[in-house]
């Protein structure tokens, strides 16, 4: 009886928004995956290893929360703003959504797809199906890096939306594609601060809670090794943000894709041991045009969760382009 009704919820859901003009918006916290599955306890472990591994901050969260339910909560959970719906080939509902392309998987028994707004505006829907139960943790594990990453790009962009909702400082923006080698989309509200500029660091600001985003260059590349762009990090908080520094026990570093190059993205924790404060920062660090960079953001916000307004941070300094790639 289950199952029938969670096949007639599906039919009514999809009917109802193929048929109407107001396609109802996302829900649910920026951060939040819901998982999607009746194969929870056979893919727990595994899942909480690729998306809910702790990140440094002063009081350590995990990546992303996670919301789970099975699909017999199809009808509610798929209105949510970041989907991952698990199964086989086998489950009705996966059957419905995805049709054909269960017939033949892009890797034969494991496949991984990716949808915008499938049933609501402003949602993301991941759907792992693996071809059965049996194969689940070996196709995760195949997948674990993609999954990873396209969750990342997924909350990215989810972050970006919110934090450009009330447009960008369009004259800040502009000036500094005018003046330097780049630009960076200035939110509403955020403050550029160019007193260091000859000296190659520039940096924009908020506050409520304290966020900061630098920009430093150079015109010849640099090696891209982790200890040496944290040694410069520090070089330049030491100099510029009254001694920071990062503590090197507490950085995560990984290589990502950034304008078509390789950088490296480090995050860890940032301290001050004179002012007795510290937070969390994101770093990326890449070669572009024989020209180095390194755009980072930082978060003072004592007391209080900082994680998501890392993520903010992030998804400011994923509209950094240099001048050559400026649009229009």
């Not at 819901?34 to 969260?61: G, M, N, R, S």
């Not at 054909?100 to 034969?108: A, E, F, V």
């Not at 982790?226 to 030491?238: E, I, Q, W």
């Amino acid at each position: 009886m289950k199952r029938q009704r969670l096949n007639g919820w599906v039919v009514i859901l999809i009917g109802i928004l193929s048929c109407t003009s107001r396609v109802p918006r996302s829900l649910g916290p920026l951060r939040e995956i819901t998982v999607i599955t009746d194969y929870w306890p056979v893919v727990e472990k595994k899942v909480e290893e690729i998306l809910a591994q702790e990140i440094p901050t002063p009081q350590p969260e995990p990546e992303f929360q996670l919301r789970v339910g099975g699909f017999d909560r199809f009808a509610a959970l798929s209105r949510l703003r970041l989907v991952f719906l698990i199964g086989t080939t086998q489950d009705t509902v996966l059957r419905r959504i995805m049709g054909k392309k269960l017939d033949s998987l892009p890797d034969g028994n494991f496949g991984l797809f990716k949808f915008p707004n499938a049933w609501v505006d402003n949602q993301w829907v991941l759907v792992f199906v693996a071809s059965d139960t049996a194969q689940l943790i070996s196709g995760l594990n195949l997948y674990a890096a993609r999954i990873r990453q396209t969750v990342t790009e997924m909350v990215l962009d989810q972050m970006a939306r919110a934090t450009y909702l009330r447009g960008a400082e369009k004259e800040l923006t502009k000036r500094l594609g005018e003046q330097f080698f780049w630009t960076i989309d200035v939110p509403r509200g955020w403050q550029l601060q160019a007193k260091d500029s000859a000296e190659r660091f520039v940096y924009i600001f908020n506050h409520y809670p304290d966020r900061s985003i630098f920009v430093h260059w150079s015109d010849s590349t640099v090696v891209l090794n982790p200890d040496s762009v944290l040694n410069l990090r520090d070089r330049l908080t030491g100099r510029f943000y009254e001694g920071d520094s990062a503590d090197r026990k507490l950085v995560l570093v990984d290589t990502i894709q950034f304008l078509g190059v390789p950088a490296l993205r480090l995050r860890g924790v940032w301290q001050n041991r004179k002012a007795i404060i510290g937070g969390p920062f994101v770093s990326y660090a890449f070669n572009y045009q024989s020209r180095f960079f390194m755009v980072d953001g930082i978060v003072f916000n004592p007391g209080e969760k900082k994680l998501s307004n890392l993520f903010q941070v992030e998804a400011i300094i994923r509209t950094f382009l240099p001048t050559g790639m400026l649009k229009g």
